[in-house]
């Protein structure tokens, strides 16, 4: 009959029911918080890329059709040194590349349109729509022809075939539109967009962890997007050439040979 016994109705429980009750409320409230913490700490944090969504700018420039998509726009200061300018990747609204928009134009100065995304050196123009507009080249002829022929002559590295690991991105979300762009939990997003022609490119870290980055290409320099698709967002080891053009670096692999890396 001692025992302690709660009743609904009274105005407090009992002494030694109230005091488990306090402590257990307290070490929930604790507990919770201190998970909550350990979760938001052990997010890895958002990459310093940007999409400068909403904010269309015009930008005047030799096209490119290959090796893919691009447009090469003068850089300030340059006169004189090689390269003078700077290659911005392209791609067309949604989840495609920018294919259609730029065919005929290899060469050709043009008036573009688009949202800029950059990260780490690279940078791409989301075209808005039909962006492309063709421009007066009568006057710019001879120097877009040289400029083109510049930016899309490739020389093979010496020391023959290199292996790096690391993982196939679409260039798109991975310099900004989407974050994480990388990942298993960007897997699907990926998988759309290199299907839509965007650039496929393979992320790589050197001994000291610092990022490179490679435009993936066939052995002959073309793209091999279908063949890249079942190896997204996994780990992985390619063996191939590196083919440097005047700005940026090529792996060109065979499909054939892709590979999980060891765990």
């Not at 990459?47 to 850089?75: D, K, M, N, S």
Request: net charge positive; glycine share 12%.
């Amino acid at each position: 009959m001692n025992d302690e016994f709660y009743v609904g109705y009274l105005e407090r429980a009992p002494a030694r029911l109230g005091r488990f009750l306090r402590g257990l409320v307290i070490a929930l409230v604790l507990g919770g918080g201190f998970i909550a913490g350990w979760l938001a700490a052990s997010q890895l944090p958002y990459a310093r890329a940007v999409y400068e969504f909403g904010q269309p700018r015009q930008i005047t420039g030799i096209v490119l059709e290959r090796p893919v998509p691009a447009v090469l726009v003068e850089r300030p200061g340059a006169a004189g040194r090689l390269p003078g300018f700077s290659r911005y990747l392209l791609s067309a609204a949604g989840k495609f590349g920018a294919q259609e928009q730029v065919r005929g134009l290899h060469g050709q100065l043009a008036n573009l349109t688009g949202e800029l995304i950059y990260r780490d050196g690279w940078t791409m123009l989301k075209l808005s729509g039909d962006g492309v507009a063709p421009a007066d080249n009568s006057a710019h002829a001879a120097r877009a022809s040289a400029w083109a022929a510049q930016a899309g002559q490739a020389v093979r590295q010496g020391g023959g075939p290199v292996t790096l690991s690391g993982e196939i991105v679409d260039s798109q979300c991975y310099l900004g539109i989407m974050k994480p762009g990388a990942g298993k939990p960007h897997r699907a997003c990926a998988v759309r967009c290199l299907s839509g022609g965007l650039p496929a490119v393979f992320h790589a870290r050197d001994a000291e962890g610092r990022s490179n980055y490679y435009l993936l290409q066939g052995p002959d320099g073309a793209s091999i997007n279908p063949d890249l698709l079942p190896w997204v967002a996994d780990r992985l080891r390619l063996s191939g050439e590196i083919w440097l053009y005047p700005d940026l670096q090529a792996l060109r692999v065979d499909p054939a040979s892709l590979a999980l890396a060891a765990p």
